[in-house]
């Protein structure tokens, strides 16, 4: 652990308030799924990569007061940035399983074919797509939960 401001569960909640609040809307918005199911896996990765760069540019660089490198970190990584994308991503997936969006948008992509994990049927297909749909919807979660954290 490097030296620094210790990060704080406020912390982790300003970016679950931010995250949540912003990526609710594109959960349970059917052109998002239906993007989705049009994206490569290359456009996927480039999602991923846009929600670390600006969830990183958002933490260190709109704030001048705020330094990487005098930060908690693990493994040189800003336990921060960490808890950022944590929230991104885990926000969107919580909201799109409680919601049944999956269930919802990508009903005709199920059949009997699926492996049970846990009791659950899971389907390639649903899974693949609900990955797409839920990178998507991180990079407007990845917006809210740093603008939240670095505002407050």
Do not use: C
Request: aromatic share 10%; hydrophobic share 50%; proline share 3%.
């Amino acid at each position: 652990m490097g030296r620094g401001r210790r990060y704080a569960l406020s912390d982790s909640a300003q970016q679950v308030v931010g995250g949540f609040l912003l990526a609710g809307p594109f959960v349970v918005t059917e052109e998002v799924w239906v993007l989705a199911r049009q994206m490569s896996g290359l456009q996927a990765l480039l999602t991923v990569v846009i929600v670390f760069s600006v969830g990183y540019g958002t933490l260190y660089k709109a704030d001048d007061e705020r330094d990487p490198d005098r930060e908690d970190d693990v493994a040189g990584v800003p336990v921060r940035f960490i808890s950022l994308i944590l929230v991104s991503y885990l926000s969107v997936f919580l909201l799109a399983v409680s919601f049944n969006a999956p269930g919802t948008f990508l009903s005709d992509l199920a059949n009997d074919g699926g492996h049970v994990a846990l009791g659950i049927e899971l389907e390639w297909d649903v899974i693949s797509v609900t990955l797409k749909a839920i990178s998507i919807g991180s990079v407007f979660s990845v917006i809210g939960a740093a603008t939240a954290d670095t505002l407050f």
